[in-house]
Each structure stands twice: as structure tokens, then as C-alpha cells.
């Protein structure tokens, strides 16, 4: 319950910054994963991108190594051809293969990788000293050149799998990395096993069936990754931006291969005699394989670009998503913040408050105060009406005031009167003149209980009934209750049964009015019991209190009324035709006199079976029995 109270008491803006920030949460939670999610799309676009230059890099050497095998062969095989050409080509690879070492020293490879590529390194090396000596064949040189192409495709392979170039979420772009790092590498290198089958061939002038038949299974070896390389770009070209000018570039190539393998048929593979030079064999194969690793390079390029264009769509993304939040969160700021101040003017101040306020007036407490600087607001009205009813309050508390003195004078003198005709003072009256007489005493000694109650009240009210407050014994003050209602309880037929007497019992209390409660409380048993019932009186004595129950067997009180028995003018019964009389003052003014003297009142009542009426009273010295 306390919880409960202190969340009431937050103020609502408070609340509603909670709401607002609870708001943001729920946003930000998915926001935050997709933050996460784009950034690692942006961490995998970066990595692949690092493997780029790499790719570059081996594809030079592949490019290189593939022209030397080419050259080695022929410098094997024809005495005449000039050391310089092969020499040249070699020097060019060592050049591609220092750039990479370069590479190596401005990025650090992986271990794995530089490891691997220092036995790429340690194979050419041994192969070129082969071939510059003289210590192989041609076939031999090929076949050492082959594997160490072999070996550098399975390190350009590694790359790709490294840097996830091979991965790669865009089908864009992966299929222009499938189609230009792992397809066309492996088509060059048929085609230049084709070439140097067709310049060995050429230079020799003649062919056997069986090695036809290698040319001719090299050649549709091609043909079948060709048509996998045209479907891999055709992808390619249809999925990214510029993808016109990824196809139109390899139809050049596309053309050019067509170009060599008709020139293969036709010159090597169909030709009864071998008898086309073989330079210029190997000089149509050179430009065209050129043409592809130019490609090779051109892709790369595009799939570079392709990849920032990727990075910066993810980052447009992520900053749209992230002003789209900026603006959900400024417009629901907005909002609260205009629906609480519209709110706030309407009320006056927090609601709790406003809650309190109406709960003080509707319990009675007119003298809550009240804050407010709105004047049109729900405060400055409750609190004007607040302000007309103290007034009404006041202008029927000094009404009543008036009327009960006004009244109480004449009231006193017709009663005394009225006495005087009835005791026969005055002389003898008949019979009937008698019965009008009393008729008339007992409703004017009504109205002056009625006065005196309202006078009491009103007093209370205005907080000005004063206590005589005395520790004296607490049995006497019953006794004489007792006593000033025993005869009018033998008139409602009924009798007073004292219970258990405590006769050394010390209170401190205004006799006088503990008197008035008792005699309120016997009154209204007496009033409330069927004839020949008992009302009883009891004192129920603790340790330092004392509890003055006085217990009835009536009718008992309604369940809906129990809220409001100690209510100004509060009655069970209150239509014109009831059967019992009073004024329904007498409970609330016991009320306010037993809490004037610090004690506590109650009662417990069933209906069909009574009503038990208590006062709790503290006892000056505690009780030892």
C-alpha cells in the first residue's frame, strides 16, 4: 500500500517521462539490433574489400607466371629465340611478386598467408633457375609451371575464403566474384595450357591423333567454363547499378575467345597440316588471355565500387532509421509534454492532489488548503466552491446559533409555566385539560433537547466548547447515568443491567460530558429495545484503557447505514412517518466530545439481533488486577 501511495504522489510529467522513456526503449530495442545487424554488414563489405587488392596483386602473378610458362616452353624447344623476351617476362613477375611482398609490408598478412606465399616465391624460384639453366624440357617445364599455377589459384582461392570474398551476402556481388576471381582465373589457365599445346605443336609442324585429342579436350574444357563464366556474369550485369557497362566490356572478350578457339580448330585441332606460325598463335592467345585478366581487373574494380555503394546504402539506412527515431521520439515528447500541460491547466495541479482536494471537501474538511494558479482550472473552482460553502457554512451555523437562543428564552418560560399548570399551583384543572397540558410539556422538553443539542453542535463545529478535563474516578459518572435514564427506560419498558463494577477506575475526563455520551447511548438503547428487554452496561477494563459498552437487543442498524451513524442529523429511519423521534445530532456530538477527550468511540451491530455502542477511554494509573 505504501508502494502504491508513493507512485500516486509522482508528479505526472514524471510519469509520463517514464512512459516516454519506456516508449524510447521499446524503439530502441529493435533499432539497437538493427544498428548491430548494419554494422556488421558494413564489417563484412570492409573485410572483403581488404582481400581486394590482394586479388589484384595474385592476379598479376598468375598473369605473369602463365606468360613465362608460355615463353619457357618456346625458349626450351627453339634455339633461336632470344634470351631477352623470356628474361623480360620474368623480370615482370619478380616485379608483381615484390609488389605483393610490398603489400606485405604496409598490411601484415595473415601468418597462414605469408607462410603460404613464401612457397609460392620458393617454387618459381626453383623453376626459373631450371629454365634459365637449361636443366629441363620443355613438357617438364610446362608441367612445373602448371602446378605452381595450380598452387597460386589455391592461394588466390584462400584469399577469397579469408576475406569472405566468396561469401558474400549480395548475390550481385557474389556473382561477379564467383564469375571474375574464381571462374575466369580458372579459364585463362586452360587456355593457356591451350596455347602452349598449339605453339608446341606449331613450332614442331606435326600432330598426333592423341595429342589432337588433348587440344581438342582442353578446348571443350573451355567451352564449359566459358558458358558457366556467361551465366555468372549475365547475374552479375542484371543485379547491380552500371551493370551495361559490366556486359558490355565482356562481350569484347567474349568475342575475342571465340576469336582463338576458331583459330585453335582451325589451325591446330582440324588442320591436316601444322603449318600456321606459331608466333602469331601465340601472340592471338597472349592478347586475348591479356584481354581476360584485364577484365579480371576491371570486375574487381566494379566489385569494389560495388561494395562502398553497399556500405554507404547501409549507412543511409541506419542514419534514416536512426532521424526517423530522432523524430518518433520529438513527436511523442511533444505530445506528452502538450498533453500534460493541457492537463495540468485543466486540473489546477497533479491529479493526486486534485484527488485529495475532492476527497478532504467530500468528507467534510472544508478547511483543506487549496493551491492553484490556474483560475479556469478543475482547483480554482472546487476551491470556490470550497469558499461557498464555508460561507453557507457559517451563514447556517450563526442561523441555527440565533434561532436555538432566540428560541431557548420563551422556550424556558413555557415550560416553567407549563409546571406550574400541571403541579396545580395554579389551581385544579379537569382531566382533559391535564392530558393537553403534559402533551405540551414533553414536546416543549423535546425542543429543548433539540436546542440544546443544536447549540452543542454548532459550538462544536466552530471548535468553541470548552472541557472541564479532571482525573477523577470513572463509576460515579455511570452510576448517575444510570440513574438519570432509569425512569425513562422503565417508560420504554426496558431495564438497565449493570455489569461488572470497577469502583477504583481513575479517567481524566469532563464529568459532565461523559454524562451526556452515556445518557445518549442508554437513551437511544431504551429507545431501540422491545418491552421487557435489557439494556446492559458494561466496563471491559484492560491495562491502561477502560471500554464503556452499553449493549442492546433491537432491531439492530442497516448495513448501508453503518458509514454513517456518527453523521450530523444522520437517522436509520428518516421519513416524516417514523416511529421513534430524535434528531440524529446525538451521536455525532458523543463523537467530538469522547475524541475532545482523547478517547475513541465505535459500535458493532447485526440487524434482528442488536447493537453494542462503545467508548474507549485511557486510564490515568494502569490497572493492576
Known amino acids: 500500500m505504501k508502494l502504491v501511495t508513493r507512485l500516486r504522489r509522482i508528479a505526472l510529467w514524471k510519469k509520463f517521462a517514464c512512459l516516454g522513456l519506456l516508449c524510447l526503449a521499446v524503439i530502441a530495442m529493435p533499432t539497437a539490433l538493427y544498428w548491430n545487424e548494419v554494422n556488421k554488414s558494413l564489417a563484412f563489405a570492409a573485410k572483403e574489400q581488404e582481400g581486394l587488392p590482394q586479388a589484384h596483386l595474385m592476379l598479376n602473378i598468375i598473369q605473369r607466371t602463365q606468360q613465362h610458362r608460355g615463353l619457357s616452353a618456346r625458349y626450351l624447344q627453339d634455339e ?41 616465391v620458393a617454387k618459381w624460384h626453383e623453376v626459373h633457375r631450371k629454365v634459365s639453366q637449361k636443366e629441363v624440357d620443355p613438357r617438364e617445364s610446362f608441367t612445373l609451371h602448371s602446378a605452381l599455377i595450380y598452387a597460386q589459384l589455391q592461394f588466390l582461392q584462400s584469399i577469397l575464403d579469408f576475406y569472405q570474398l566468396s561469401l558474400d551476402p549480395g548475390a550481385d556481388g557474389y556473382f561477379l566474384i564467383e564469375a571474375s576471381l574464381m571462374r575466369l582465373p580458372e579459364l585463362t589457365e586452360t587456355l593457356g595450357k591451350i596455347r602452349a599445346s598449339g605453339v608446341d605443336l606449331l613450332t614442331k609442324g606435326k600432330a598426333t591423333a592423341e595429342e589432337r585429342m588433348q587440344v581438342r579436350s582442353l578446348v571443350l574444357m573451355s567451352q564449359t567454363q566459358m558458358g558457366m563464366l556467361n551465366a555468372g556474369i549475365k547475374k552479375a550485369a542484371a543485379g547491380v547499378r552500371g551493370g551495361e557497362l559490366i556486359a558490355q566490356n565482356y562481350l569484347a572478350i567474349n568475342t575475342q575467345y571465340q576469336k582463338i578457339i576458331e583459330l585453335t580448330a582451325r589451325q591446330v585441332v582440324d588442320a591436316e597440316t601444322l603449318s600456321y606460325p606459331p608466333e602469331e598463335f601465340y601472340a592471338a592467345f597472349t592478347f586475348g588471355l591479356n584481354s581476360y585478366f584485364s577484365y579480371a581487373h576491371f570486375a574487381i574494380d566494379r ?12 549507412k543511409n539506412s541506419m542514419f534514416a532509421l536512426l532521424s526517423y527515431v530522432l523524430l518518433l521520439t520529438l513527436i511523442v515528447a511533444f505530445v506528452c509534454i502538450t498533453f500534460i500541460r493541457k492537463l495540468l491547466l485543466q486540473l489546477g495541479g497533479e491529479p493526486y492532489y486534485a484527488t485529495e482536494v475532492v476527497q478532504a471537501i467530500t468528507r467534510g474538511d472544508l478547511d483543506y488548503h487549496i493551491e492553484t494558479v490556474h483560475n479556469d482550472s478543475l482547483l480554482a473552482n472546487v476551491k470556490r466552491m470550497r469558499e461557498q460553502l464555508k460561507e453557507n457554512d457559517r451563514l447556517k451555523s450563526e442561523f441555527v446559533s440565533t434561532v436555538s437562543h432566540e428560541l431557548r428564552t420563551p422556550l424556558t418560560a413555557v415550560g416553567g409555566a407549563l409546571s406550574l399548570a400541571i403541579s396545580g399551583q395554579l389551581g385544579a384543572l379537569p382531566e382533559p385539560a391535564l392530558k393537553l397540558l403534559d402533551i405540551a410539556q414533553k414536546n416543549s422538553q423535546r425542543l429543548a433537547e433539540l436546542i440544546n443539542d443544536l447549540l452543542d453542535i454548532d459550538k462544536l463545529s466552530a471548535g468553541k466548547l470548552a472541557l472541564d478535563l479532571e482525573v477523577q474516578l470513572l463509576m460515579p459518572i455511570v452510576d448517575d447515568a444510570i440513574s438519570a435514564m432509569t425512569s425513562y427506560a422503565q417508560k420504554c419498558g426496558v431495564h438497565i443491567v449493570l455489569g461488572v463494577r470497577y469502583e477504583y477506575l481513575l479517567v481524566k475526563v469532563d464529568a459532565r460530558r461523559l454524562h451526556q455520551v452515556l445518557v445518549n447511548f442508554l437513551s437511544n438503547a431504551a429507545k431501540f429495545s422491545p418491552r421487557g428487554e435489557e439494556v446492559i452496561i458494561n466496563l471491559d477494563v484492560s491495562v491502561d484503557k477502560v471500554k464503556i459498552e452499553v449493549i442492546d437487543h433491537g432491531q439492530g442498524i442497516p448495513e448501508s447505514f453503518h458509514g454513517r451513524i456518527f453523521q450530523k442529523f444522520s437517522q436509520a429511519d428518516s421519513s416524516d412517518s417514523r416511529a421513534i423521534g430524535g434528531t440524529g445530532l446525538g451521536l455525532a456530538i458523543s463523537k467530538e466530545l469522547v475524541e475532545k477527550m482523547n478517547g475513541t468511540i465505535g459500535f458493532v451491530s447485526t440487524e434482528g439481533v442488536g447493537s453494542r455502542f462503545y467508548v474507549v477511554l485511557p486510564l490515568e494509573e494502569a490497572n493492576s488486577d
Open 303 to 314: 566489385l569494389d565500387g560495388i561494395l562502398n555503394d553497399r556500405k554507404l546504402a547501409s
Open 80 to 120: 633461336s629465340m632470344p634470351k631477352n623476351e623470356r628474361r623480360s617476362k620474368a623480370e615482370e613477375l619478380e616485379a608483381a611478386i615484390f609488389a605483393y611482398e610490398v603489400y606485405f609490408d604496409k598490411h601484415p598478412p595473415n601468418p597462414l598467408h605469408s607462410e603460404a606465399f613464401a612457397q609460392l
